[in-house]
Nanobody, 120 residues
Framework: QVQLVESGGGLVQTGGSLRLSCVAS????????MGWYRQAPGKQRELVAA???????VTADSVKGRCTISGDNAKKTVVLQMNSLTPEDTAVYYC??????????????WGQGTQVTVSS
């Protein structure tokens, strides 16, 4: 069993910043990648940013230059620093992890989601 616990969402004004954190726990042999997705009302879930175990990152064009993702494999954490937020960033943000368990099975895991609301 693997769990992802997110923190750091909330309400912020346009131009503000938020820092989202996610910690993985459970029967983890290896974390292959971690990332953040978001889903706004009426829209599909979309990738915000992700980081692989080797450190390679991918960031959505919509947040490039405003968001930075970082990870710590030893602590099993991923952090998304978001700056210069706009109302268009309002969404539920989900932590995602691709993990190989101690049984050497690979799975795709999701956190419960954390609300980010940017007021104009």
């Amino acid at each position: 069993q693997v769990q992802l616990v997110e923190s750091g969402g909330g309400l912020v004004q346009t131009g503000g910043s938020l820092r989202l954190s996610c910690v993985a726990s459970g029967n983890i042999f290896r974390i292959d990648a971690m990332g953040w997705y978001r889903q706004a009302p009426g829209k599909q879930r979309e990738l915000v940013a992700a980081i692989r175990s080797g450190g390679a990152t991918v960031t959505a064009d919509s947040v490039k230059g405003r968001c930075t993702i970082s990870g710590d494999n030893a602590k099993k954490t991923v952090v998304l620093q978001m700056n210069s937020l706009t109302p268009e960033d309002t969404a539920v943000y989900y932590c995602n992890a691709q993990i190989t368990s101690t049984r050497l099975t690979r799975g795709d895991y999701w956190g419960q989601g954390t609300q980010v609301t940017v007021s104009s």
